[in-house]
């Protein structure tokens, strides 16, 4: 018999790993916490990387060229999943009911609506950072970037945002459901009964949203009334924009406080040179992604890097092994602000590519021109145990500090 190559694939556990890294294993949470010495490897020695998971064999695609394809190859790398009637939402939809979808909110995220709200994401950041510069730190992502983040997207959303810590336990159980059905992460014990909670609350609010309204909750009760999405597809909405407007940028805004400790003199520099702050925030998307992976499944056998994967198969797409290919970013480990970016996967590609990537920009370039201008300098807490705690569980796709407690010196 002959044996396909998908078949003579090795599995991760058994390849020759050099001794100081574990076999790749996708739900290993210190892997997850930093994986960029096995995406190096991987790049060399494993471009296509077969794993067993708990939920199945798994693919993982790592150098630039075949991301980017895959990414650009929607009709073979479908976004459809296990279960389409569980949050039949944008992300998850193969055209034409992805365009569908994508086009009710689309015109909400452009650069130019985006603009209009940038004074008051400012005010809000300044309001939440002054304290914290005030008793020389504090722990960032849970006083700073989560309220920050999420009181942003719900402002677009035309959302009451009035309780915080129930919106970041029902965001956290919503993409802890989502891992686990999608079989990349384990899920938490409250996963379900908390997003159960969030989509109903949601819903209510979608259906207090008034019509002629120009929020995009509105936009979405609008394009229900009209019958151009379900019910079940308007449910879906919420959840999904409130969860990607929040953590993947507050996870960013983490990982750009952690760059900052580490390269000290980058903060002069953003300070001397405010409008090098978006060359700061692409080569975070570049360098440092808060979303390490998508997940795909082909619709028909495919050859990628010589190794042919089989139809039906689950497919993740590791942009941020990608942005770290020597071939497309020379030097890929090195944080350079004045290198190009330029085709960067942070946030996707393709027609899927972020459709909150301006919101995101614009919160994070806000962010570092704000610590430039009133800190003198990041440093991590000397106590390892609460300087970062990596983010564990939830989706399974995102990377970045869950907690992060900083020393803020003031600018005199
Ligand atoms: C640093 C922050 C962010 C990162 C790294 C990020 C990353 C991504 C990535 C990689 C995708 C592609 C998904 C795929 O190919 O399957 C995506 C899609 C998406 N993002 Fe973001 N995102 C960020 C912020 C936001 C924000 C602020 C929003 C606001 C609502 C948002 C909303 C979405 C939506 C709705 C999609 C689905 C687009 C589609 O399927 O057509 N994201 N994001």
Redesign the pocket.
Same mark, same amino acid.
């Given at each position: 018999m002959t044996l396909s190559a998908a078949q003579e694939t090795p599995y991760s556990h058994e390849l020759a790993w050099p001794p100081h890294l574990r076999p790749f294993d996708p739900w290993d949470e210190s892997i997850k916490a930093d994986p960029y010495a096995h995406y190096a490897w991987m790049h060399e020695h494993a471009p296509v990387l077969r794993a067993r998971t708990p939920a199945g064999d798994a693919w993982f695609l790592s150098r630039y060229r075949d991301v980017q394809l895959a +990414?650009r190859s929607a009709k073979i790398f479908s =976004?459809r999943r296990p279960d389409p009637k569980v949050f039949p939402n #944008? #992300?998850a939809s193969d055209e034409p009911d992805?365009t569908r979808l994508?086009s009710v909110v689309a015109h909400a +995220?452009t650069p130019k609506a985006v603009a209009r709200v940038e004074g008051q994401v400012r005010a809000t950041a300044e309001g939440l950072l002054r304290p914290m510069i005030a008793s020389g730190g504090g722990e960032v992502v849970g006083n700073f970037a989560i309220p920050l983040t999420m009181s942003t !997207?719900a402002g677009l959303m035309g959302l009451s945002l009035s309780k915080t810590a129930q919106f970041r336990q029902w965001t956290e159980d919503y993409t802890s459901l989502l891992g686990r059905l999608l079989g990349s992460s384990p899920g938490s014990p409250t996963d379900a009964s908390g997003t159960a909670a969030f989509v109903a609350h949601m819903d209510q609010a979608l259906d207090a949203a008034p019509l002629e309204a120009d929020t995009v909750l509105s936009c979405i009760a609008r394009s229900r009334a009209d019958g151009k999405i379900t019910g079940s597809e308007a449910a879906a909405f919420g959840p %999904? %924009?409130f969860d990607? /407007?929040s953590q993947?940028?507050s996870l %960013?805004i983490g990982n750009g406080f952690i760059v900052l400790s580490e390269m000290p003199h980058l903060l002069a520099r953003l300070r001397a040179n405010p409008a090098d702050v978006p060359k700061f925030v692409e080569e975070l998307?570049r360098c440092r992604? =808060?979303?390490h992976r *998508?997940r795909r499944v082909t619709t028909e056998s495919v050859e990628v890097s010589g190794q042919r994967i089989p139809e039906g198969a689950a497919v993740y797409l590791l *942009?941020a092994a990608a942005n770290r290919d020597a071939e497309k970013f020379p030097n890929p480990a090195v944080f350079d602000m004045d290198r190009d970016t330029g085709g960067h996967l942070? +946030?996707?590609f /393709? !027609?899927? $590519?972020? @459709? /909150? =990537?301006w @919101? $995101?920009r614009m919160e $994070?370039r806000i962010v570092f021109e704000l610590l430039a201008q009133t800190v003198s300098a990041v440093a991590l807490d000397p106590d390892p145990r609460r300087a970062v705690v990596p983010m564990t569980a939830g989706s399974g796709v995102v990377s970045g500090p869950k907690a992060l407690t900083v020393r803020l010196a003031p600018l005199q």
């Open positions: +990414f =976004s #944008v #992300v992805h994508r +995220f !997207i %999904l %924009l990607a /407007g993947t940028t %960013l998307l992604s =808060s979303v *998508m *942009m942070g +946030f996707g /393709g !027609i899927h $590519a972020c @459709l /909150g =990537s @919101l $995101a $994070a």
